[in-house]
């Protein structure tokens, strides 16, 4: 791998919170903070978990107007019609609480409110300029890191995924309670945990990959890696789930400033054209991307490999090569699919997934070894 440096740019959240039970943390703090009235954005499954969340709210006289409409992966619509429905709340503060899709969308409610910029002006990196109301983001999966990190993602008008990256959506206040995570079903606990995984494994590995970012990397996909089959098998094992929501955030820490590479590239795809959700598709590709990588970043990808737990071998492409071994273990543990072909997406359909994976340059541009259309669907094919 020819390493390439680029500066440093890390925003972190100002207040961040961990640990089993924070969330009784938040009507205090809100309260503190002189907050008036709350956006609260969120998920049906949670509804009833968080009807006391919303009551001691009301009582400390904050105002609540609650949303659980998102259901999957959030579109350019869903967002134009939310803007629409809360354009006359006159809301201080907006919080998710939720996966990847509820707090990416509730970010980008929060800077686009009372913004003279439209959503089209800030599609793509650095182009969103300020966000007026103060942000709130509380995980209830362990994979998509989006409440620490200054990314979020949407399904544009044509289907495709797009990125909107900016200073501005890293969160004011992080509450991640792992206890939020406890009934979360084992499928999506695997697919998450799976997702947190490969966001530490493609920054560790990444052609801008940062000693700083290395150490959250490295920790997370340890972490993950130790806990993240018993997290599966006993939801109810808390401390299972902690130490995979602690992973699960330091891999969101390495989305800014490296962020992912190739298995995201090419899992986007699978997400718009079959609907597969997004912590699925990258574990379905994962160790494939590993096989065509690891020559161009060997040394790396042994350090995966004793990180994820492997015994050194007699040069770093064996070990490398444990830790492909090693991946497809835990995905098998898991329970979850490891062939495209379980999931009935025709074989017809991979240069098409090709081609649109290819569009993704700003995270295939990371990747350790140039991924050309041949390449593309060779890892397709290989992954089906």
Do not use: W
Not at 32 to 61: H, T
Not at 290 to 296: G, I, V
């Amino acid at each position: 791998m020819n390493a390439t440096k680029r500066n440093l740019n890390i925003v972190f959240p100002r207040h961040f919170v961990f640990g089993n039970g924070v969330l009784a943390q938040l009507t205090e703090e809100l309260h503190a903070a002189k907050v008036r009235r709350v956006i609260l954005m969120s998920i049906e499954p949670l509804k009833e978990r968080l009807q006391s969340v919303i009551e001691d709210l009301k009582s400390a006289g904050i105002m609540v107007t609650a949303d659980y409409s998102i259901q999957q992966e959030p579109s350019f619509a869903d967002l134009r019609s939310l803007l629409t429905k809360f354009s006359e709340v006159d809301a201080d503060t907006v919080i998710g609480i939720g996966g990847g899709s509820v707090l990416d969308i509730a970010k980008l409610i929060a800077a686009l409110l009372d913004n003279d910029q439209k959503l089209e002006d800030v599609v793509g990196n650095g182009l969103l300029q300020k966000r007026n109301k103060r942000l709130i983001c509380i995980p209830a999966t362990s994979g998509t890191g989006s409440e620490v990190s200054p990314n979020a993602i949407l399904v544009d008008d044509e289907g495709q995924k797009k990125g909107i990256i900016s200073p501005n959506l890293v969160p004011d206040a992080v509450y991640a309670d792992p206890l939020l995570t406890l009934t979360l079903p084992g499928a999506i606990t695997a697919a998450t945990g799976l997702d947190a995984l490969t966001h530490c494994l493609e920054a560790f590995t990444n052609r801008f990959s940062q000693p700083f970012i290395d150490m959250f990397a490295i920790r997370g996909i340890k972490l993950i890696a130790d806990n993240l089959v018993a997290a599966v098998q006993d939801g109810a094992n808390e401390k299972a789930r902690e130490e995979v929501a602690l992973g699960s955030i330091l891999g969101g820490f390495c989305l800014g400033p490296v962020n992912t590479a190739a298995v995201h590239a090419l899992s986007y795809p699978l997400g718009t054209e079959f609907h597969l959700a997004h912590g699925l598709s990258n574990a379905l590709l994962l160790p494939y991307v590993m096989e065509f990588n690891y020559r161009s970043a060997p040394q790396k990808y042994a350090e995966v490999a004793i990180a994820l737990g492997c015994p050194r071998g007699e040069n770093d492409e064996e070990t490398a090569r444990k830790g492909i071994d090693r991946i497809r273990q835990i995905i098998d543990e898991c329970g979850i699919p490891s062939r495209l072909g379980e999931l009935d997406i025709p074989k017809e359909a991979i240069p098409k997934l090709a081609e649109d994976a290819l569009k993704i340059t700003r995270l295939l541009v990371n990747n350790p070894r140039e991924v050309t259309l041949e390449d593309a669907i060779s890892i397709y094919r290989a992954a089906y």
